[in-house]
Nanobody, 118 residues
């Protein structure tokens, strides 16, 4: 599975962005997909994940602001980010695997930068 993350950019606090993770190379609908982020000097953290059955989970810091969804017909997972805060600034990565998404999941996108200005 090859993953391509896109949609990052510079936005003011309170604004919105939608990240996309486009997959190719396998039956995408069978995979769980997650979004991680990593800020400078910090560990990579799981932001949101969606299972093949469309069950979702979120980090407490983004609950109510971020929404993860998937369109299997387009082989794409989205992360809608609303009410962005400066502390959301990070490189965002998508990851995929057949089980629970962790940092050891086998497939990763290249990362997309999200910068939120105050």
């Amino acid at each position: 599975v090859q993953l391509q993350a896109s949609g990052g950019g510079l936005v003011q606090a309170g604004g919105s962005l939608r990240l996309s993770c486009a997959a190719s190379g396998s039956t995408f609908s069978n995979y769980a997909v997650g979004w991680y982020r990593q800020a400078p000097g910090k560990q990579r953290e799981l932001v949101a994940a969606i299972s093949s059955g469309r069950n979702t989970n979120y980090a407490d810091s983004v609950k109510g602001r971020f929404t993860i969804s998937r369109d299997n017909a387009k082989n794409t997972v989205y992360l809608q980010m609303n009410s962005l805060k400066p502390e959301d600034t990070a490189v965002y990565y998508c990851a995929a695997g057949r089980g629970v998404i962790t940092t050891t999941s086998p497939y990763w996108g290249q990362g997309t930068q999200v910068t939120v200005s105050s």
